[in-house]
């Protein structure tokens, strides 16, 4: 079992840049594929981005894809979303999940067994 707990969320103008972390408690992180979704408001969470286990393969969001990267370091226990670019339609809440199933960087909600309780990004214009 892991527990996520994300980090790095704030307010930033346009065009600049945020780190989230996502911390996940538990031995057996490296198990585990990751990933991160946001929901803005009065819409459904959706897609962002989704790592492999081990080997760091990846999958992007076509909206997010050459702005955000995401990675992790399984002896830190940590996954990372790096964001630049910034746009207002970036604001959302972020939230950083873990499945037990996904062989791939999957982008289905369904997939993912744990969430975290979510961090704000604000991007103004």
């Known amino acids: 079992q892991v527990q996520p707990v994300e980090s790095g969320g704030g307010l930033v103008q346009a065009g600049g840049s945020l780190r989230l972390s996502c911390a996940a408690s538990?031995?057996?992180?490296?198990?585990?594929?990751m990933g991160w979704f946001r929901q803005a408001p009065g819409k459904e969470r959706e897609f962002v981005a989704a790592?492999?286990?081990?080997?760091?393969?990846?999958n992007y969001a076509d909206s997010v894809k050459g702005r955000f990267t995401i990675s992790r370091d399984n002896a830190e226990n940590t996954l990372y979303l790096e964001m630049n670019s910034l746009k207002p339609e970036d604001t959302a809440v972020y939230y950083c999940?873990?499945?037990?199933?996904?062989?791939?960087?999957?982008?289905?909600?369904?997939?993912?067994?744990?969430w975290g309780q979510g961090t704000q990004v604000t991007v103004s214009s």
């Open positions: 790592i492999s286990r081990r080997t760091g393969r990846t």
């Open positions: 999940a873990a499945s037990s199933v996904a062989i791939t960087p999957s982008s289905r909600e369904y997939d993912y067994d744990y």
């Open positions: 538990g031995r057996t992180f490296s198990r585990y594929a």
